[in-house]
């Protein structure tokens, strides 16, 4: 593309974003960097981005936005406060944060309105994957705003999907995520299970591995510790994707079914799982972490 973006600003610069943005400032953007955490524009400017002193300020000179912040409410606020009124004619917004489709389509809604270009753009994979530079983005938007983010979100990532027009990433993601919460506390309850009728787990994992029950949750990263490849079950549970980042999507999945009509049972009750998990303060440890609590640990 003649007119792809090379300065980029950078809002959110957290666990995921840090690492997001330096691989922008590796694959040739100039990167201008703000965040709320002094910490984190610290470490951002030791990356070899330019840091500033507001979200206005660092549309200054900018081609394109890309935010990644914790909620809808942060979004919403950082780009009808500050980059709306502050963006360049042309400057392309791209929202990689897991939000509600309501926001990202009202959002988006407001960019348009004001000619601007706007994706939502959430991912898949964790701190390593963006650290890495291998994140998956589901992408919703126009044709032609997913044509423009594409070579953005490539430099962060090793797919970028186009799901649809307008928060249609946002809903790709909450349902993955649903399905993954679903079929993670059924796994756990089968090997727990399994284990109470005297199945041995490594006997349990290599038939069922190969038969129907098998999933993500079980061949890529198996709840119980020494079975299946390498996963957080090896390390106490500890880094991998956190109770409280699984409960916050099993929310927006839910909110976001009784919003639309659909009948979601499977995701109702994970959330309530994770909810319980979360309560008993296990909400930054992984989620295969659901294990113990079925097996009344
Ligand atoms: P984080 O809390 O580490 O980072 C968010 C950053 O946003 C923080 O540094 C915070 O200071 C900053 N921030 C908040 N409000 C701001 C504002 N008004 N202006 C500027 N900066 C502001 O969160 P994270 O783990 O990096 O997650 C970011 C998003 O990615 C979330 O929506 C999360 O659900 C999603 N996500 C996270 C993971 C993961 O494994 N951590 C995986 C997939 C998706």
Not at 8 to 35: C, E, P, Q, S
């Amino acid at each position: 593309m003649t007119d792809a973006p090379r300065t980029i600003a950078f809002i959110g610069l957290g666990n995921m974003g840090g690492g997001m943005a330096t691989n922008l400032v590796k694959n040739g953007f100039a990167v201008r960097a703000f965040d709320l955490s002094e910490d984190a524009l610290a470490k951002a400017e030791s990356h070899g981005a330019t840091r500033v002193a507001s979200a206005g300020e660092a549309m200054i000179g900018t081609d394109a936005v890309v935010t990644m912040l914790p909620a809808g409410a942060h979004v919403e606020s950082v780009y009808s406060g500050e980059i709306f009124g502050a963006a360049a004619p042309g400057t392309l917004f791209l929202d990689c944060s897991t939000i509600d489709v309501a926001t990202a389509r009202r959002v988006s809604e407001a960019a348009a309105a004001l000619g601007f270009d706007m994706v939502d753009a959430p991912v898949s994979g964790g701190i390593a994957a963006a650290n890495g530079g291998t994140l998956t983005f589901m992408v919703g938007g126009t044709d032609a705003a997913f044509d423009r983010a594409r070579p953005i979100l490539s430099a962060m990532g090793k797919a970028v999907i186009h799901a649809g027009g307008a928060g249609n990433g946002q809903a790709a993601k909450i349902c993955n995520n649903m399905l993954l919460g679903a079929t993670m506390v059924a796994t756990c309850e089968a090997f727990a299970m399994a284990k109470k009728i005297g199945l041995d787990p490594q006997t349990f994992y290599d038939i069922s591995s190969v038969s129907s029950g098998q999933s993500w949750s079980m061949t890529s990263y198996c709840p119980v510790p020494g079975v299946g490849p390498q996963s957080p079950s090896d390390t106490g549970y500890q880094g991998g994707f956190a109770v409280g980042l699984m409960l916050k999507d099993l929310k927006l999945a839910t909110q976001a079914a009784s919003q639309v009509g659909a009948s979601v049972p499977m995701g109702n009750a994970a959330e309530a799982l994770y909810q319980l998990l979360a309560n008993k303060g296990e909400a930054a440890r992984d989620f295969s972490l659901m294990i113990e609590m079925l097996e009344g640990k």
